[in-house]
């Protein structure tokens, strides 16, 4: 079956870096387009960036353009985002989804906190 697994979560100081990471397994992983999502406390699910399964350039939320960079290892099975230059408004629980035949998949996220 589908199974995404997020890691790289954690507590960084305004400015700051994470990566994340989300391990994909169950489906033909290069041939769907995978996505990174947010949600904070007491708001809803945004989408963060997408990625496509073809050379087509990535998707970005406004809020992360220009500071997130999302990317796709196929080999290992793997989406990424790297988060730079983060703010305290990007805390949030972070979800990578995959829609497979018309089904959506989400992993169990991985928190990001941003504090002083």
């Known amino acids: 079956q589908v199974q995404l697994v997020e890691s790289g979560g954690g507590l960084v100081q305004p400015g700051g870096s994470l990566r994340l990471s989300c391990a994909a397994s169950?489906?033909?992983?290069?041939?769907?387009?995978m996505s990174w999502y947010r949600q904070a406390p007491g708001k809803e699910r945004e989408l963060v960036a997408v990625?496509?399964?073809?050379?087509?350039?990535?998707t970005y939320g406004d809020s992360v353009k220009g500071r997130f960079t999302i990317s796709r290892d196929n080999a290992k099975n793997t989406v990424y985002l790297q988060m730079n230059s983060l703010k305290l408004e990007d805390t949030a629980v972070y979800y990578c989804?995959?829609?497979?035949?018309?089904?959506?998949?989400w992993g169990q996220g991985t928190q990001v906190t941003v504090s002083s």
């Open positions: 989804k995959v829609a497979v035949r018309f089904a959506s998949y």
């Open positions: 169950g489906f033909t992983f290069s041939s769907y387009a």
């Open positions: 990625i496509g399964s073809g050379f087509g350039s990535p």
